[in-house]
């Protein structure tokens, strides 16, 4: 699992950022090249709501997962079967457009002699939303980083999400949802449990 985080790696640091200035800047320039003026009164604030909303929409690359995984529960009176926490709404931005990705995720794992928060599945899913993203990688990550900390005996990640960039642009399918999974442990070599993952989470949906 190791070598699964590396292959996402860190983002460059606060060190590398522009100045706050610099993406102000940045966001005239669009909206001269979109054809508007940044100067007329509507959009004289603009470029600093923009840069605002922009550091905390990509908040994600200031946070690390391992951060938030970190503390773990053992008192858990030798419960060992499937702990799914399901439908963690998400808003992320499509990598290659800058559009919105909004859909939820569904998280589960096998808990081997220790368990997490159950908040800190959804703030983990927070964090690679909150980044420029595919959602194939964000799937494989949300898995990763709970396999790696928690070490469980399997862990089942689910995303269901509707990409703007295909709604709003190109073909323009509106509505049209992505599915993906990734399975790791137990859940991936044991079809019955991905079956179970699966009956969990069509109950009470």
């Known amino acids: 699992m190791d070598a699964i985080i590396k292959s996402f790696p860190a983002p460059s640091g606060v060190d590398d950022r ?28 603009t470029p600093a709501r923009v840069a605002k909303s922009y550091r905390e929409l990509f908040s994600g690359y200031d946070l690390a997962a391992e951060d938030v995984l970190g503390r773990t529960f053992e008192e858990v009176s030798g419960y060992d079967d499937m702990v799914l926490v399901k439908d963690i709404p ?12 909004i859909g939820h995720a569904h998280v589960a794992y096998l ?20 980044r420029l993203q595919t959602q194939e990688s964000m799937t ?29 642009r190109g073909v323009q399918k509106q509505g049209a949802t992505t599915l993906t999974t990734t399975f790791t442990g137990v ?4 079809p019955a449990e991905q079956a179970r993952f699966m009956t969990f989470l069509r109950t009470q949906r």
């Open 187 to 190: 859940f991936k070599s044991d």
């Open 90 to 101: 998400f808003f992320s931005h499509c990598e290659h457009h800058m559009v919105p990705i």
């Open 140 to 168: 494989a990550q949300i898995a990763a980083a709970i396999d790696d900390t928690l070490r469980p005996r399997g862990v089942a990640v689910m995303i269901e999400a509707e990409h703007l960039c295909m709604a709003m």
């Open 111 to 130: 808990p081997q002699g220790r368990v997490l928060g159950l908040s800190k599945i959804a703030r983990v899913v927070d964090i690679f939303g909150r």
């Open 18 to 45: 522009p100045t706050q200035k610099e993406a102000e800047d940045a966001v005239r320039v669009l909206l001269r090249w979109a054809g508007e003026d940044p100067d007329r009164e509507g959009l004289r604030d």
